[in-house]
């Protein structure tokens, strides 16, 4: 039998520990996948490297290259908690308003929800609110770090991932994706070790970054990346 569902347990996933509020433009720190508002954890890291919940070290000179858009976290609260979408749309036109900068359509299209297993492409996003009033009215402003749309399947026999779909910057190291790919399938990070990513059927080296695979091996292809995950095989 299943059991009830507690709400305010529940409530606690969708709260954004920095500000206290709900979620907005959830935010997921990949090594420890606990998520925050996208504006909240971008301030904090400016002067910060460590997650705020966990304390874990993200990055020692770029943690803002291992923090990504996540989507299906954004959709789930936007569904729990009801109004929420439509008082965030509401308090972004008002901002534009406010200050005489058309709507952009990218910010606009940013808050509807998805729905599909693409549903995360384009998910790239132009800076935050902040950022935009920081510029004025540029509003082609970019979020720090070069983003990049990756979609990881499964080799050998090992499970598929929930979400395949992810979009992380293209400093993101193969050993962060390893450590995510471990999350998900053996619950930890740590067997990250028992898994190899492929691109191309080569192997990749836990160091290189997404923006190496992409110049070196996917060149003129387009988006997204496609890598594969398999447990390591040790040559004797
Ligand atoms: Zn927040
Ligand atoms: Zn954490």
Redesign the pocket.
Known sequence: MDEPIDLSTLASHFT?K??K?YL?EATTIIECLHS??KS?IVRYLDDDNRCPTCQMLIHQSHPLSYIMLDRKMQDIVYKAVPRLQAREEERIKKFYLQRNIPVPQQESKLFKSSSGPMSNEGDTVNGTLEDLADKGSNCNYHRNDQQVSVVMSEGDSLPALRKKYIHCSIYTTIMSLKRYVSHHIYGNMEEHNSLDIFCQKELMGKDHSLEFVLKTRWRSKEPPLQLEYRERVDVI
Request: aromatic share 12%.
């Open positions: 954004c920095l500000c509020g907005i925050f508002c909240c």
